[in-house]
């Protein structure tokens, strides 16, 4: 089972704040990605990449920068963060060829107050 | 409007019934589909895939897929309490690395 390493597993921001989410994956898969899981719209993708120092964006991208530092890392920053990102945050990976399943990490739950 | 729309939101089976949950795309360009579990306090894992128009049979799980109106089902027989959690619906393009999801349906199993 391939491991994805998400962190912190818990982050509690004020308005404005700055917010790196973390991600690890120790299997070789190419491809990463960031989702938010919100009730009712179910997962959404942010940004992915394809390997590192690649960045795509996504389906709901504002407010988010990402960026691939290595085939294992992958980081999310909320740099002006606002209430509306409050949410539960998912990283996945995959080998990233057609069809792959995604292998998620445990999630990290941001409140932005 | 969400391209993949799942139903029903939510949905309560006696231990050892059936359970059919929907999913309908919107979207012609989506092809391949998946189905995802979450249990609480876990990311998602992934349940079974489906690409051909047909039945697939994995266990207990069977999926359906009709590519024409776009329709894949998911039926869970002899349903078990370990069952209950949040099912997710997921397709993609022909390009493939990138899924869009359902907003879920949450399955309850009744001891």
């Known amino acids: 089972e391939a491991a994805v390493t998400q962190s912190p597993r818990n982050k509690v921001t004020v308005t404005g704040g700055n917010v790196t989410l973390s991600c690890r994956q120790t299997?070789?898969?190419?491809?990463m990605y960031w989702y938010r899981q919100d009730t009712g719209h179910g997962l959404r993708l942010i940004h992915y990449?394809?390997?590192?120092?690649?960045?795509q964006i996504g389906d709901v991208p504002d407010g988010y920068k990402a960026t691939r530092t290595t085939q294992e890392d992958f980081f999310l920053l909320l740099e002006l963060a606002s209430p509306s990102q409050t949410s539960l945050y998912f990283c996945?990976?995959?080998?990233?060829?057609?069809?792959?399943?995604?292998?998620f990490g445990h999630g990290t739950k941001l409140s932005v107050l | 409007q969400q391209k993949v729309q799942q139903s029903p939101e939510s949905l309560s089976v006696p231990e050892g019934g059936m359970a059919s949950l929907n999913c309908t795309s919107s979207?012609?360009?989506?092809?391949y589909f998946w189905w995802y579990r979450q249990h609480s306090g876990e990311g998602p894992k992934a349940l079974m895939?489906?690409?051909?128009?047909g039945d697939k049979k994995e266990g207990r799980f069977t999926a359906h897929l009709n590519k024409a109106s776009l329709h894949v089902s998911l039926h869970i027989r002899d349903s078990q309490p370990s069952d209950s959690a949040l099912y997710f619906c997921?397709?993609?393009?022909?390009?493939?690395?990138?899924?869009?999801f359902g907003g879920g349906t949450r399955l309850t199993v009744r001891p």
């Open positions: 996945a990976s995959s080998e990233g060829r057609d069809n792959e399943r995604l292998f």
């Open positions: 299997n070789s898969h190419n491809y």
């Open positions: 990449s394809y390997g590192a120092g690649n960045l």
């Open positions: 979207d012609r360009n989506f092809q």
């Open positions: 895939s489906i690409f051909s128009d």
């Open positions: 997921a397709a993609s393009d022909n390009a493939g690395a990138k899924l869009t």
